[in-house]
């Protein structure tokens, strides 16, 4: 390699027989990736004035331009089928990703952020690329489709992420290769709220929703394939869902008083939410599609929250009926039907809402009080037993799919004030340890565990 400059070499994976590629000529050649048939590599070099994408034979012969853009292109690499190469381009004026085919023909935009973005890496499958972006303040992995569409953040921090590779990666084509066990999640990290997703350990955000109005209030679908949740996008609170990636955004309900708080049943065939449709707050059912709406509470209180029993014979909800709001629970079939009356499950002298069932159905978690703690009900003996959980005070519980924790979130140091910051919390029933998921210096409220096996 001549001084100053950079040339491409092969070597066998022993790291014998090491040979140069371009070390004839007096350029910069780098970035090389392998074709998917191992049969071509592309690879940048300044050989002819600006940067630019070529490719040869694994000898170093049959060498080809594919660019001629006037400004620098670089980082190229390979869709799975070989058939497109993401690269990356000043043309621009900006570091942009872009996608064209493999013989340079049709060069298009796959951003067009005024940031930086940079490292494009294919999914296994070819319907995304994942890339490297400076657009959320620190460098941050992002991905979208080949052609710009369904945008979505991969991390979010205070540290720098970049040069994601996807290799080895599967997924069905229709959503990013998410893993089982993730928590969504309302966050104003984005600067309003927004659908997020994270680990259980507080690692790899993804943003789920961009929409200027406030996404709120998720449930998943009981495959964990979809959310539905709560925005005013459309000026007024309705009920939406979307698909686990983010995308496929549809909307449920249209009627002009506000909707809350959706809940899938466990067969997937019904949403209940408590809806202002009556000039107070009671519980409907509707189709996910949003055909056949019914009303299952009408009273003069209001009633809200609902959540379906894990084997979806029972839908629990909130009522202020007796005075305080406490906990009801009224039978359904899977029609849609109800089966009985509403029955009383807690007695407190306090208000008590924001419940979850524990997947096996054996007990309800909860929140009681001001500021408020969790409390779990064992249902078969009615008894009531208040949770530690450290210092501060817990809103929301939602069970992990194994029922060993449950993720809260909390308004500490306290006390509770509007407009204070919340943080994530879960807390270890066995070992009593209560950890930290999110940042205590911007709100992050409503964690939903995923279902353990996604379809």
Known sequence: MQKGKADLHLIDVDGTDERALTATRTANEMTPAW???????????????????????????????????AGQDYMPYWSPDGTQIAFVTMRDGNSDIYVMSADGSEPRPVTGDPALDSFPAWSADGQWIVFGSERARTTDIFMSRPDGSDLLQLTAGAGENWAADWRGAATDGTTPPLTTG???????????????????????????????????????????????????????????????????VRQVTTDPADDFWPAWSPDGAWLAFHSMHTGNADIFLIRPDGTDLRQITDTDSDEGEPEWSPDGTQIMFYSGRDGDFELFVVDIDSEGRIQSDPR????????????????????????????????????????????????????????????????????????????????????NRASGEVRQLT????SNWHPVWQPQTPG
């Open 35 to 69: 074709s998917p048939d191992g049969t071509r590599i592309a690879y940048a070099s300044d050989h002819e004035g600006d940067q630019e994408i070529y490719t040869m034979d694994t000898d170093g012969n049959d060498v080809q331009r594919l660019t001629t853009s």
């Open 182 to 248: 993730w928590i969504a999640f309302t966050s104003t990290r984005s600067g309003n709220p927004d659908i997020f997703l994270m680990q259980p350990d507080g690692s790899t955000w993804v943003q789920l929703t961009t929409d200027a109005g406030e996404d709120l209030a998720s449930s998943w679908s009981p495959d964990g394939s979809q959310l539905a949740f709560m925005s005013d996008r459309t000026g007024n609170l309705d009920v939406f869902i979307m698909d686990a990636d983010g995308g496929n």
């Open 344 to 427: 009383q499950l807690t007695a407190n002298d306090t208000n008590d809402g924001c419940a979850a069932w524990s997947p096996d159905g054996t007990q309800i978690a909860y929140m009681g009080g001001f500021p408020p703690a969790i409390a779990v009900l064992d249902v078969a003996s009615a008894t009531n037993t208040t949770l530690d959980l450290g210092d501060g005070d817990g809103w929301c519980p939602s069970w992990s799919p194994d029922g060993a924790e449950i993720a809260f979130y909390s308004y500490r140091p306290g006390p509770y004030r509007d407009g204070k910051p919340n943080a994530i919390f879960v807390l």
């Open 439 to 442: 940042p205590g210096d911007e």
